[in-house]
């Protein structure tokens, strides 16, 4: 069967550090690989998509950045955490057509 | 634009029956209506999605009106479990446009 895990659960940074968050899926083949965060008391918000090895597309503007070095292996990064960058980021896959997206458990980061 | 309408709150006794509304008059004939869940500090989970026909698994049952534009999902026993924030999401299957966007959803408060 098929499982998606991020890591780390809760992340504390100061501000002007860098960030690397991963997720990993297994039991799949070329999925589509999703990184939404959601700050606190707001709606989830996509952040990354990528259909395949190195090809990142982002949906908005923003101190962060995706890679995809590994079919099943998806990266969020940041050189500089911003106060703005606080929130609860997850990941998710599909195999694409019109099926769910399943999600990770996601990671809380506080930036202070 | 919001492609969906929900009210934003609703509540029900347990054990009872949950039907949560959802409004989507510009839906196109190629977009699916979806709905997911997010309990509070998780990510989101699937539950349902349809076409046109009334759709029932093992969590909910869809219903999708004749013309399409409003549905209903309904968990037929409400449990305190259920719980959540229930996000009606229209996509179509596949394209630059397939992603699923996430709105305010419809927080529902199951009470003993």
């Known amino acids: 069967s098929q499982t998606i895990h991020q890591w780390p659960a809760t992340l504390v940074q100061p501000v002007g550090s860098p960030l690397s968050l991963e997720c990993t899926v297994e039991g799949t083949s070329n999925p589509n690989l999703y990184w939404y965060r959601q700050a606190a008391g707001r709606g989830l918000q996509l952040l990354f998509y990528s259909v395949g090895i190195g090809q990142i597309s982002s949906e908005v503007p923003q101190n962060l950045s995706a890679s995809r070095p590994q079919d099943r292996q998806f990266i969020l990064s940041s050189k500089k955490l911003l106060l703005s960058d606080s929130g609860f980021y997850l990941c998710?896959?599909?195999?694409?057509?019109?099926?769910?997206?399943?999600f990770g458990s996601g990671t809380r980061l506080t930036v202070v | 634009d919001a492609k969906t309408t929900q009210p934003p709150s609703m509540d029900c006794a347990e054990g009872r029956a949950a039907n949560l509304p959802c409004n989507h008059s510009?839906?196109?004939?190629?977009?699916?209506v979806y709905w997911y869940r997010q309990i509070h500090s998780q990510g989101p989970q699937y539950i349902i999605h349809?076409?046109?026909n009334n759709e029932t698994n093992e969590m909910a049952s869809l219903i999708i009106t004749e013309d399409r534009k409003s549905s209903t999902l309904i968990l037929p026993h409400a449990t305190l479990r259920d719980t959540a924030v229930y996000y009606c999401i229209v996509r179509v299957a596949s394209g630059a446009n397939s992603k699923l966007t996430f709105g305010k959803g419809i927080t529902l408060s199951v009470r003993p």
């Open positions: 349809g076409l046109k």
């Open positions: 998710a896959w599909s195999v694409g057509g019109i099926y769910g997206y399943t």
């Open positions: 510009t839906i196109s004939g190629n977009e699916y």
